[in-house]
């Protein structure tokens, strides 16, 4: 897969090692148009109508995985199916085995969530909470990263909407655009 291997070569130009020691991960829900396929919801938090993407980044914000549902899939259950994608994919299974730490948000918190993610990966899990006296925005450490990786791959217009009918080719594009920006970084 040409993702793996661009993230490989930039890990290798940054000094760093082939495959990621820790990893950042976030979902995003986004707005389907009438086209939208069979693979839609409704996120209540968010009150959109749509699908969700799940990501995976190392610390460097390079994505590893994407995994694309109806929005109105939780966070647990999302997170539950990106993690047997990245078992299932030999080439994602390769460039994540080095990984023992995943920073999640606040809405991937649970015990099941996190067992699931010891017995299939190993991996430790570790929640990032924002202070309970903020107000208004603040950059969270660690888990900037993926917001920016979102925030470059919303660069694409294509991803602006998700205007695909089927789910692997709303994955493919986030893939495709993520490739586009990788590309120049080499």
């Given at each position: 897969m040409i993702n793996c291997l661009l993230v490989k070569k930039i890990r290798k130009k940054a000094g760093r090692k082939k495959r990621p020691s820790a990893g950042c991960l976030d979902s995003q829900s986004t707005k389907t148009t009438?086209?939208?396929g069979r693979?839609?919801?409704y996120d209540a938090g968010k009150q959109i109508n749509g699908r969700k993407r799940f990501i995976l980044t190392d610390s460097q914000g390079l994505l590893l995985a994407v995994w694309v549902c109806a929005a109105s899939v939780s966070e647990k259950m999302g997170a539950k199916c990106l993690l047997?994608?990245?078992?299932?994919?030999s080439c994602l299974n390769d460039l994540c085995k080095r990984?023992?730490?995943?920073?999640?948000?606040?809405?991937?918190?649970g015990n099941n969530?996190?067992?699931?993610?010891?017995?299939l990966w190993?991996?430790?899990?570790?929640?990032?909470?924002?202070?309970?006296?903020?107000k208004g925005f603040k950059v969270l450490p660690r888990r900037w990263v993926v917001e920016r990786t979102f925030a470059c791959i919303l660069q694409s217009r294509r991803l602006s909407k998700?205007?695909?009918?089927?789910?692997?080719?709303?994955?493919?594009?986030?893939?495709?655009?993520?490739?586009?920006?990788?590309l120049k970084r080499c």
């Open positions: 009438a086209c939208g693979h839609r919801g047997r994608y990245l078992r299932w994919s990984v023992k730490l995943v920073w999640v948000d606040g809405g991937f918190r969530l996190q067992q699931f993610m010891k017995n190993g991996w430790c899990w570790q929640v990032v909470f924002r202070a309970d006296d903020q998700d205007y695909e009918k089927k789910r692997i080719n709303s994955q493919s594009m986030v893939y495709l655009a993520m490739i586009s920006i990788m």
